[in-house]
């Protein structure tokens, strides 16, 4: 009797150990559009902009080639991991069968804070957006009101179950990819006011000292763009054949969302009436400032109620991600409520609980934004930092295996080139990590404000590591751990010599 290609996706899943309520209905394309519309290009540059063009000048925009090419090596290693463990979730259930319990376990929780921290970011930066569209003043109120609405609405899409998930994101896709192109194909056709050599010329904004500073300051708009990939992978319960259409996913990811990235950036920079202005803040808004004179203030709000269904994929795309994350780390008892967290909608095929709990936190974190001056900024940077300290501690899982003798079995491998590419792609991510947490050298400054992202991070670690040590949650699970060096998954229908299928045990 033949086996369908379903049967084998649920064989794979079911020799790692578990069995999913999931429903298979995501294809490649919905694969890609929800790392697509999670990275989302239009978000990130339209939220980072003006505050990376005024610390770097339009150098900065050579920050997202070397982000683009840095992440496409961590891709590359969560392509080998995935393809061998499609599980749900994502980072967590990856670290635990390259390491450990309690290495997963601390994995996934600096994931679930940093990822719910990014919701709350990406609706923040929404709100300004809407209340232009609304023709509102853009007060802090109003800003937080707009945030919230966001996530309420995103958690009732998400609430309909896979296939509408997917149905949104590919919209979203379409529409931010359309949108981008037209956008900038006008401005520089119709508001251009520079050449090329701009990209190379810093204007002095380092003033006497050196650039690599500035640079690095202005460096958070390539950082903050390139994560959203492994949400293809957080979703591989519901994707068809997901050992072979993830990485393909991700890579596609990396590849159209950097291009567009870097034509939005490359039109706005060249669309930008004066850098001076930007550089001595009486242009402290160059996005809104270019995309009116280009299209005027009809074709303004056109614009940007696209940019608002970025906004809205992207937060959905988050919530979905998290949801699944939450959902895998409570279905192995790793945190409290898992009972609740657990629970599964039959009907919708979605962990409903679970996707309150990813709307709830970034609402907590939005209101208590309103303390700070720089709400938006400080949000982002924390919420960068610790994606990439989740990602970091996946790849640094997956090299200690390799070293160990793990060899990836997956419908996807690097081969001979996977130990380089690992190390180089830990090496990018320590060097990026530095730089986020690196402090300014403003002496109006508090101290502690300019260390906040180093010292967000020891607080999450700090308050995770103390409560993993007390109450042990990584024993309250049985499933496989750090079985990736001894057992050997080959992935269904495939054929390799010296390889074995076992069950997680």
Known sequence: MTTSPLDSDDSHLASLGYTSDFKRDMNLWGNFALG?????????????????????????????????????????????????????????????????????????????????????????????FVAIVLGIDETTTVVVCCAIGLILLTTLLNLGGTKLLARIAFFGFAAELVGALVVGIWVLLTERHHSVAALFDTYDVQGDGSYLPAFFGAALIGLYLFYGFEACGDVAEEVRDPGRQIPKAMRMTIYIGGAAAFFITFALVLGVPSFAAVFTEQDKDPVSTVLENAFGSVGFRVVLVIVLISFLSCVLS?????????????????????????????ARHVPPFALMLAALIPVVIILGSQVSDDALVRIISFASFGIYLAFMMVVAAALRARLRGWKPSGAFTLGGWGLLVTVAALAYQLGASLIMIWPGDDPDVPWYDTWIVALGAAIVLGVGLVYMLVARPYRHSDAAHGDAINIVTPYPGDSKPGTTSTGAH
Do not use: H
């Open 36 to 128: 697509f519309t999670y990275l989302s290009p239009v978000v990130g540059v339209y939220s980072l902009f003006g505050t990376s063009l005024a610390s770097g000048g339009p150098p900065m925009i050579w920050a997202i080639v070397l982000a683009a090419l840095g992440q496409l090596l961590v891709a590359l290693v969560f392509s080998e991991v995935v393809a061998q463990y499609p599980v749900a979730g994502g980072v967590y259930p990856w670290a635990r069968r390259l390491w450990g319990r309690k290495w997963a376990w601390m994995t996934g929780w600096v994931y679930m804070i940093a990822l719910t921290v990014t919701i709350a970011g990406v609706s923040y930066g929404a709100g300004p």
């Open 318 to 346: 988050l919530q979905a991600a998290a949801s699944r994350m939450i959902y895998a780390y409570a279905r192995d008892d790793m945190v409290p409520g898992s009972g609740l967290l657990k629970r599964f909608w039959q």
